[in-house]
């Protein structure tokens, strides 16, 4: 097996699961975070959104679907790795 065979499988569900999470914050028509504060936002793409912290929420919104979708699907990609590792391990 290649090394990076189930990245795609792993990547999507991570990314399309951000994504969900994203849009259950904020307020689709007003392209504003719920109750105009975008912290949960800011913590589900932590190492990342340090560099955009102190945006608007608008931006935190538009880079948070771009890079932090990005991270969660590597992360899912991560897990997934590091999941049939342990099981290797184990036979």
Do not use: Q
Not at 16 to 36: Q, R, S, Y
């Amino acid at each position: 097996m290649r090394r990076f065979d189930d990245f795609w499988p792993a990547f999507w569900p991570a990314a399309l699961l951000h994504v969900f999470a994203v849009f259950l914050k904020v307020e689709v028509f007003k392209g504003d975070c719920e109750g105009g504060d975008c912290g949960d936002i800011l913590y589900l793409d932590m190492p990342i959104s340090l560099f955009y912290f102190s945006f608007p929420n608008w931006a935190i919104i538009l880079i948070s679907l771009i890079f932090g979708t990005i991270l969660w699907g590597v992360y899912g990609w991560l897990a997934l790795r590091g999941l049939k590792l342990l099981l290797a391990r184990w036979r």
